[in-house]
């Protein structure tokens, strides 16, 4: 028996989500039904990071055992052959047969981009949050920083959250430009922002949540100081925006070397 560890990406307007469920198409599914089309064994994939339907990835985690005999390194194109639209292994090694691809992950990286302007190009559709106010990416970027460190996540994370704990240690948290000279090139009249979020693990739609209240301090509609008591998890007589999967990406997912 081999542990197999893949590396894939994936178009999550596709899917209900990253892991299975009866009688929906998701990414987890797919997976287990190319391995069995390509050596016949019914296997369980473990995903490192659970994604919600919508969220895209760029570089997600997984492994699988099995007894086939493919070298690791043909598992890529061997499975990009069976599997359908939308998902795509980039690269695939075998790991120790302890390897678990959730359990040992040591943090993951997420992005959400955002487009600000008047109108949204063709190709950002489905893949970007639409934001025509204008946004203050100075302010927002101060409350950014304010995420980093261990706190009581309570006021970012949704209802579905069935946690024992509420807290998380945020290791990075950045809000910049994305591709200004590619914007400026093309000719689109508005900027592309881009959240840049590393913890150790994340709460149900906890970066949704953190996205949805620096756009908030971006609009102006609530204040650095706001942000602050909503991180000590205190109530602030405000509803907590949560922002649309659409933009979100799981970027990268780190292991102890």
């Not at 052959?81 to 980039?90: E, H, N, P």
């Not at 209802?159 to 430009?177: F, N, T």
């Not at 509803?239 to 070397?257: D, E």
Request: hydrophobic share 40%; with cysteine.
């Amino acid at each position: 028996m081999r542990n197999i560890k893949i590396v894939f990406s994936y178009d999550g307007s596709l899917f209900f989500g990253s892991q299975a469920q009866s009688n929906k198409k998701t990414v987890q599914d797919e997976l287990e039904l190319a391995i069995f089309k390509l050596t016949r064994e019914k296997v369980r994939v473990t995903i490192a990071g659970r994604t919600d339907r919508g969220v895209h990835a760029f570089s997600q985690a997984a492994n699988f055992l099995t007894g086939s005999s493919i070298p690791a390194e043909r598992f890529p194109q061997a499975l990009n052959s069976k599997l359908g639209r939308g998902i795509a292994v980039i690269e695939a090694c075998e790991v120790p047969l302890t390897f678990n691809s959730r359990k040992q992950a040591k943090s993951r990286e997420y992005l959400y981009f955002v487009f600000n302007g008047r109108n949204l190009p063709v190709m950002f559709w489905d893949r970007v949050l639409h934001v025509t106010r204008p946004l203050d990416i100075k302010k927002m970027s101060e409350a950014a920083k304010l995420f980093i460190g261990k706190h009581e996540f309570v006021n970012f994370c949704g209802k579905g959250s069935s946690q024992d704990h509420y807290i998380r240690r945020v290791d990075e948290m950045e809000v910049g430009p994305a591709g200004r000279d590619m914007i400026k090139e093309l000719g689109f009249d508005g900027e592309l922002i881009c959240f840049r979020i590393v913890a150790n693990s994340f709460l149900y739609k906890m970066v949704r949540f953190i996205v949805g209240t620096l756009l908030d301090v971006g609009t102006g509609r609530i204040g650095v100081k706001t942000v602050k008591k909503m991180i000590k998890g205190g109530q602030v007589g405000v509803k907590c925006s949560v922002v649309a999967p659409c933009g979100l990406y799981l970027s990268n997912v780190k292991y102890q070397v």
